[in-house]
């Protein structure tokens, strides 16, 4: 019954931005660490960012690091990413995941719940 879903992706040129949000519906959104994949065609899904359940750290692939910003709002019980200075590299469909009390987990494989995606696609 828990669900993800994700909003924000569209077509933006490159050095554009683009903010992905994720609702969650039951869960225990405070007591999860949260993060974002992403996919390209052909391609494997991969690890994007992470963030702990308080939101005091945060964890970022390579090749996003000074880009991109990860936060969430418990509040709300939503998880963002900022996408600043895009490039053709970065279209891919985007998806939240959640993974309960753990943090800092790279692998698809150890996580609990998955959103549907978002696509972003970047021109150049």
């Known amino acids: 019954q828990v669900q993800l879903v994700e909003a924000g992706g569209g077509l933006v040129q490159a050095g554009g931005s683009l903010r992905l949000s994720c609702a969650t519906s039951?869960?225990?959104?405070?007591?999860?660490?949260m993060a974002w994949f992403r996919q390209a065609p052909g391609k494997e899904r991969e690890f994007v960012a992470t963030?702990?359940?308080?939101?005091?750290?945060?964890i970022y692939t390579d090749s996003v690091k000074g880009r991109f910003t990860i936060s969430r709002d418990n509040a709300e019980n939503k998880v963002y990413l900022q996408m600043n200075s895009l490039k053709p590299e970065d279209t891919a469909v985007y998806y939240c995941?959640?993974?309960?009390?753990?943090?800092?987990?790279?692998?698809?494989?150890?996580?609990?719940?998955w959103g549907q995606g978002t696509q972003v696609t970047v021109s150049s």
């Open positions: 963030i702990n359940w308080t939101g005091t750290n945060t």
């Open positions: 039951r869960l225990t959104f405070r007591n999860y660490a």
């Open positions: 995941a959640a993974v309960r009390l753990l943090f800092g987990k790279r692998s698809v494989k150890d996580y609990d719940y």
